[in-house]
């Protein structure tokens, strides 16, 4: 299954396609809460949750005294800007 191009607006994409995208980027689906996902890169460590309106992601002690730092992307966003947002770490 192919992509659509990378300047596509998320709600653009299909569920399919948003979750092809995260496994993509070594995201691993919660099999008891579906629109959960979690990243591991070698710097850090966050959830995602796909909102109705948007991406929650929290990075997990990555703030001053190991505190969660959460942010929200709207899916008007395209990919790759999330990408470039979400994926450079907190």
Do not use: C
């Not at 299954?1 to 993509?24: F, K, R």
């Not at 991406?55 to 899916?75: M, S, T």
Request: no cysteine.
């Amino acid at each position: 299954m192919a992509l659509p191009s990378a300047d596509t607006p998320l709600y653009n994409h299909t569920l399919p396609d948003i979750e092809l995208w995260l496994t993509q980027q070594g995201g691993q689906q919660d099999r008891s809460e579906l629109n959960r996902w979690e990243i591991t890169k070698i710097a850090w460590r966050a959830d995602l949750l796909l909102e109705t309106d948007s991406i929650i992601v929290r990075y997990l002690d990555a703030g001053n005294g190991g505190e969660d730092i959460q942010r929200g992307f709207k899916y008007s966003l395209s990919r790759q800007d999330l990408e470039d947002a979400i994926f450079a770490g907190p």
